[in-house]
């Protein structure tokens, strides 16, 4: 009888262990598009020869480099224009778990600094947009040069037409001093990056 309990039991553990095997062995891989603002002929803001669409490419490339957690998925892969309709299209095939859109700010008020952090009006994905950009944020704040600026609400086209979770970040404003530094140096667009990447490998 002893054996009999004990050979039951050894199978149960064989079972157990199965399960657990078939529900660990196919965690789900999490896709994050990084939606590169501008390209091509379209430069974006630009301050003393200094384009954004150079720096959302920079920042991008680094993000690359360094997650390997994730499958990215890029709107652009060269200096090149890519219409919003054309990003909206790739991203609405993917279904992705997440779309960052990356750009950089100029203002005519150069006072005005710091990350801002745009979510859709009110459609199906704006309550989870709204965790995820807080949480970003709360990530992003680690780096002490960047001032992080409250989350807002925009009708941009991409996040408007985006069926998925979706956050427009504009990284700094090129008008201001202290930003076009952190903006324009590859140290710290490291850790912007770094930052950036840890957080997505965190997604669930
Ligand atoms: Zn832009």
Known sequence: MKKIVYLLLISLVIVSFGFEKSTDSAPKKINVVI???????????TIKNIHEKNIVAQIAKKIKSTNKDVQLYFTRTEDQFVSLQHRVNFINELKPDLV????????????????????????????????????????LSENDFIKINELKTAPYFILKNTNAPAILLELGYLTNENDFKYLTDSNSQDKIANSISEFISKLQ
Not at 35 to 42: A, E, F, K, Q, V
Not at 103 to 132: M, P, Q, T, W
């Open 100 to 139: 960052l859109s990356i750009h950089v700010n100029a203002n005519l008020e150069k006072d005005n600094s710091g990350l801002d952090f745009y979510i859709a009006e009110r459609n199906e994905y704006s309550e989870k947009s709204n965790k995820i950009a807080q949480e970003l944020s709360s990530k």
């Open 35 to 45: 939606d590169l603002g501008h390209g091509g002929t379209d430069f974006g803001a």
